[in-house]
T-cell receptor
Framework: NAGVTQTPKFQVLKTGQSMTLQCAQD?????MSWYRQDPGMGLRLIHY???????DQGEVPNGYNVSRSTTEDFPLRLLSAAPSQTSVYFC????????????FGSGTRLTVV | QQQVKQSPQSLIVQKGGISIINCAYE??????FPWYQQFPGKGPALLIA?????SEKKEGRFTISFNKSAKQFSLHIMDSQPGDSATYFC??????????FGSGTQLTVLP
């Protein structure tokens, strides 16, 4: 089925470890973004991309890197995991017109111990 | 700084009742106001959305009411059903499409 695919679904990291959360979409969406979801805080934007080769920071970018080498993939890298990065991470994609909603992946639940 | 404030944090409604969730925004440049529904273990899914040139939009049992002068908008769920039990997020955006989300409302519809 078409959509946004996130891997892994669950991950436990030790403090200081690095890892990459994968996100892929097959809908030819130009716009992709990463959000983190924490209780009582809604979803906060980490990084976003309006097309291949173009990325920008969102509200909470510290400790995270992204790249967009293809239209389909938008990986999120944790450089040195910290307990404060324990969260559920969602990738979303959209066409860039005014009337298109986001399609979200099913999320990655990350625990940093 | 939270640009979209959502209330209540949780809501319990009897089956058949009306669920009302409210949001207020600060940035008058926002030009797109969607509502998302999220079930446990799933990603949010677009439910309904409105543009600021319209005061109300209805899709089935779901209605958005929009008050531009008050910078407020709300979601009304008519004839609420147990299957509507989920977390609801309001959001707002300006081009190029970064969504700012409210903090969420956990809705429970009792059978």
């Amino acid at each position: 089925n078409a959509g946004v695919t996130q891997t892994p679904k669950f991950q436990v990291l030790k403090t200081g470890q690095s890892m990459t959360l994968q996100c892929a979409q097959d809908m030819n969406h130009e716009y992709m973004s990463w959000y983190r979801q924490d209780p009582g805080m809604g979803l906060r934007l980490i990084h976003y991309s309006v097309g291949a080769g173009i990325t920008d920071q969102g509200e909470v970018p510290n400790g995270y890197n992204v790249s967009r080498s293809t239209t389909e993939d938008f990986p999120l890298r944790l450089l040195s995991a910290a307990p404060s990065q324990t969260s559920v991470y969602f990738c979303a994609s959209s066409l860039t017109g005014k009337n298109y909603g986001y399609t979200f992946g099913s999320g990655t639940r990350l625990t940093v111990v | 700084q939270q640009q979209v404030k959502q209330s209540p944090q949780s809501l319990i409604v009897q089956k058949g009742g009306i669920s009302i969730i409210n949001c207020a925004y600060e940035n008058t440049a926002f030009d797109y106001f969607p509502w998302y529904q999220q079930f446990p273990g799933k990603g949010p899914a677009l439910l309904i959305a409105i543009r600021p040139d319209v005061s109300e939009k209805k899709e089935g049992r779901f209605t958005i009411s929009f008050n531009k002068s008050a910078k407020q908008f709300s979601l009304h769920i008519m004839d609420s059903q147990p299957g509507d039990s989920a977390t609801y997020f309001c959001a707002a955006s300006i081009l190029p499409r970064q969504l700012t989300f409210g903090s969420g409302t956990q809705l429970t519809v009792l059978p």
